[in-house]
């Protein structure tokens, strides 16, 4: 069966045993010495382990329906690159950790939440709520990693593991949406609910967890007011990190969306020659990142 704007698709690709040189070298507030960005991505990272496993979870749940068997083999890639990207960030928080911020009790947390998630949502809702995250990752790929404002100040270590997880979240962005319309046969409502919940919890979660992560530095109340505020203002002002993707969150909500409407990551190829010529992510990640920067 053909693949929906199949032109534009991108091969799926497990590339497995990573290394971005997560250690001590890397300085506390990688990303330009600013503490609210470094730790707006640092939450991400956070939730990204136990969120990678969920996602698994709620595809898997209909991975025995699945009779195409380009998408069942799109279900095990995905399984794969998920599987993967929560091995490295698992890396990555356990350096967060080492500098002193309190790890353990977001992943308590959100390891319950998902559980919960699983047990009590429908499995077409889980589904829902995976496939619209896929979307807003995908969304980041453009926000962020297409900006050589936003990632030309971060640690070039950093840049590489998110280029990589960036790249790969391209290559499977249509993947749970595809199980959701295809096999769950998941309504328009239904969809869009999913949407409407993350676009709304996500923001909150991660401003909670930034809020914590700076109190774990040691800035007090109002310092930590100050950089909320003014890390909203970055992301949220006209001509900021989110609005001018506007369009791009909105092209859900259409009836006849689909994933492959939207092509992200300009630079892939640049990447991927880089990849595979070297086998080294990091090298890779600078060579995407040199290309973005150069075509500002």
């Not at 936003?150 to 790249?167: E, G, L």
């Not at 239904?190 to 530095?217: H, Q």
Request: glycine share 6%.
């Amino acid at each position: 069966m053909s693949t929906p704007h199949a032109e534009q698709t991108r091969p799926i690709q497990a590339r497995e045993k990573l290394d971005f040189q997560l250690d001590e070298r890397i300085p506390r507030f990688w990303n330009g010495g600013d503490p609210y960005k470094t730790r707006f991505f640092d939450a991400m990272s956070l939730t990204f382990p136990i969120g990678e496993r969920y996602f698994i979870s709620s595809v898997r749940a209909y991975r025995d329906q699945v009779t195409d068997p380009h998408l069942l083999q799109e279900v095990k890639d995905f399984t794969r690159q998920e599987a993967q990207h929560g091995i490295v960030h698992s890396q990555f928080n356990e350096m967060l950790e080492k500098q002193g911020l309190n790890v353990a009790w977001t992943q308590r947390f959100l390891d319950r939440k998902f559980k919960w998630q699983l047990s009590r949502w429908s499995a077409a809702f889980n589904l829902s709520y995976t496939a619209a995250a896929e979307h807003l990752t995908a969304l980041m790929c453009t926000t962020f990693m297409e900006r050589p404002d936003i990632i030309a100040p971060f640690d070039h270590r950093i840049r590489a593991m998110y280029t990589w997880h960036s790249i790969e979240e391209v290559e499977h962005k249509a993947v749970c949406f595809d199980v959701l319309t295809k096999v769950a046969k998941a309504g328009y409502f239904t969809r869009i609910a999913g949407l409407i919940y993350f676009s709304i919890e996500y923001p909150i979660g991660n401003w909670y967890m930034v809020n914590r992560m700076l109190k774990d530095d040691g800035f007090g109340f109002w310092a930590r007011a100050k950089m909320l505020a003014k890390g909203a203002w970055w992301l949220y002002k006209p001509g900021g990190v989110f609005l001018p993707a506007l369009g791009y969150y909105l092209s859900y909500f259409k009836p006849g969306f689909h994933p492959w409407q939207h092509k992200e990551m300009g630079h892939y190829d640049t990447w991927l020659e880089a990849f595979n010529r070297s086998g080294d992510p990091v090298e890779a990640g600078t060579a995407y990142a040199q290309q973005v920067i150069a075509a500002r």
